[in-house]
């Protein structure tokens, strides 16, 4: 283990299990975001995703305001807000007004990614007022549209030969935090140009994460906001008094990784009993473990070591951690004690 404790922050896709309402999901959540308060994790992300049995969390802005009003000290944020699905000014609103109500607490991660399946996407775009190709080919405009609105000078938008002022809210005094997120060099480049803090999707990818902060790091040009390169690291975890608990824990996400990986059915995912039967084929087997070679799976003492290894790999002093331990049969539904248990677990 190294000697610099690594710095925790948490990533949460507010998974739906085949035992839980959308309530119950909530309820779970709320109490994991609580234990990350009290257990001094740095921040408490989560993620956009829409029309998937297994994930509810589909408004980060929503779920932000109910985590942030649920906690004191974390700070909250989204990992991410995928932009192309947005009207700007709305992100830019929504945003300013969680930064009014907590105030230094807040984080806007923003990426491009659809966050769904191609139909899904189409609605969500149509109805933002453009469609798909449109939306993307103008995230770097998007991006600069919403971190000019969230200025207290808000941005002056020209029309008709006149100056129109436009503000996300009226009397900004801070302005949260914005991250660029991706998982291509695309996004590497576009944080590096902009000058903007960047988080590269390890824990999904899995590779090419040293090439893209690579990229980053070499081209960064300082802004205003940042002298420096700024960035962490995103890991799947699961944790355990056990190896073999941590790897039943971990066994349904693995499989619902590997149904999506796959163009499997999404479903909600496995209580661990219910995916202890299930039978892969070879072929999906294989893929399974190679995800989880890349996961951080284990008891405390060698999750804290890898961690704090992979922190040093790839030059971070911060790993926001997505934990992914399931639930046994007879798990209330409002909660998710091995998640809470692998938080608790890695802050020793």
Sequence with gaps: MSERRTTLSVLDLVPVRTDQSTGDALAASL???????????ERYWVAEHHNMPAVAATNPPVLIGLIAGATSRIRVGSGGVMLPNHAPLVIAEQFALLEA?????IDLG??????SDPV???ALRHGAGGVSDEAVTHFPEYVDNVLAMMEPDGVGLALQGRTYPLKATPGARSVPTIWLLGS????ARLAAEKGMPYVFAHHFSGSGTAEALELYRSTFRPSPELAEPRTFLTVNVAVAETDEEAQ??????????VALRTGGELQPQRLVEEAEKVELSPAHLELMESMASRWVIGTPDRARARIDELA?????????VHPVAGAFVGTEPGSAPAREATLRLLAG
């Design 110 to 115: 923003i990426g491009r990614a659809p966050g």
């Design 184 to 187: 291509s060099d695309y996004s």
């Design 248 to 257: 039943r824990l971990a066994l349904p996400q693995l499989q619902a990784m």
């Design 120 to 122: 899904t996407s189409y």
């Design 101 to 105: 109500a907590f105030p230094g607490r």
């Design 31 to 41: 109490s994991l975001a609580r234990a990350a308060d009290e257990l001094g994790y």
């Design 312 to 320: 040093a790999t790839y030059g971070v002093d911060e790993v926001m």
